[in-house]
């Protein structure tokens, strides 16, 4: 009995909702603008980059190419896992992955990196001020932290995905942060300021996400239905209150209007996010 009881009490969510389902099936859509953003980001060889929630390494693996020395941390074995055979498939010899949990990076040194990246990563994390607080702390002085959020309310895809599975799903527990507030500026300049970074360190710009697949938007909504840990988890939910088709009918609508590919057997679907820059 008292084995149980100690399970029970180590469990932690948020690597349950990530290992639920299969990222990599999302994450292949995500590839070209992973890829896009990272040459953005001015990484030069030598570099020590952090990709932080990097998942199968859509950031991860383009910095390392551009020839940073990269360590990518996410909370989800199998995405780890993920990540590791992609490494090995491509030969890359400058970047490592490993189990890790961003509000708590207790094998990362003070002052180790000089760019944290990280793209609808570390926004999942519970507890945003000590994700805040690691991000700086692991970050050396004159570096970056540039997040990937998405933002509340927005329109476009991912934001009306969270927001529409969120009115099939049980109220969250008491306590509960949204992830969506890492969307929201005077959030973050909160966040980071309690980290020690003032707010003229801080920039934000909106830009734009592509998703993109040689299939039509309905498959793609399939892939978020079967393996994306929210939307599992509001089918689940909806599933019991007998409102599956609903919560289906619901999404089919949005994913199809939100294609911009101009044919319906093929996706290209944008999702607006927020992009924040702060310097130590």
Not at 65 to 81: E, F, S, T
Not at 102 to 120: C, G, K, M, R
Not at 218 to 226: D, P, S, V
Request: charged share 20%; proline share 7%; hydrophobic share 40%.
């Amino acid at each position: 009995m008292s084995d149980s009881t100690t399970v029970q009490t180590t469990v932690n969510p948020n690597k349950v909702l990530w290992e639920k389902g299969d990222f990599t099936q999302i994450a292949e859509t995500m590839r070209e603008s992973g890829t896009a953003l990272v040459a953005k980001l001015g990484i030069k060889p030598g570099m020590d980059v952090l990709d932080l929630g990097c998942g199968d390494g859509t950031t991860a693996l383009p910095a390392a190419r551009l020839g940073a020395k990269v360590l990518g941390v996410d909370i989800a074995r199998n995405l780890v896992a993920a990540a590791n055979k992609r490494i090995k498939e491509e030969g890359l010899t400058n970047i490592t992955v490993q189990e890790g949990d961003a509000t708590n990076l207790q094998d990362i040194p003070n002052d180790s990196f000089d760019l944290v990246e990280t793209i609808f990563g570390a926004m999942f994390a519970p507890k945003p001020h000590d994700v805040a607080k690691e991000m700086v702390r692991v970050l050396r002085k004159g570096g970056r932290i540039v997040m990937g959020n998405w933002i509340p309310n927005d329109p476009t895809l991912v934001a009306q995905i969270l927001k529409i599975s969120s009115a099939y799903t049980p109220p969250p527990p008491e306590g509960f942060v949204s992830p969506m507030l890492w969307g929201v500026e005077d959030q973050v300049k909160e966040r980071f300021a309690q980290a020690g970074i003032p707010p003229e360190n801080i920039s934000f710009e909106r830009e734009t996400w592509i998703f993109y697949a040689l299939y039509p938007p309905t498959t793609l909504l399939e892939k978020f239905r079967q393996f994306y840990g929210p939307t599992m988890n509001a089918f689940e939910a909806a599933e019991k209150n007998g409102k599956s088709a609903e919560l289906q009918q619901e999404l089919v609508a949005l994913f199809t209007s939100e294609n911009r590919s101009g044919n319906k057997n093929t996706t290209s679907i944008p999702a607006t996010y927020l992009r924040v820059t702060v310097r130590k």
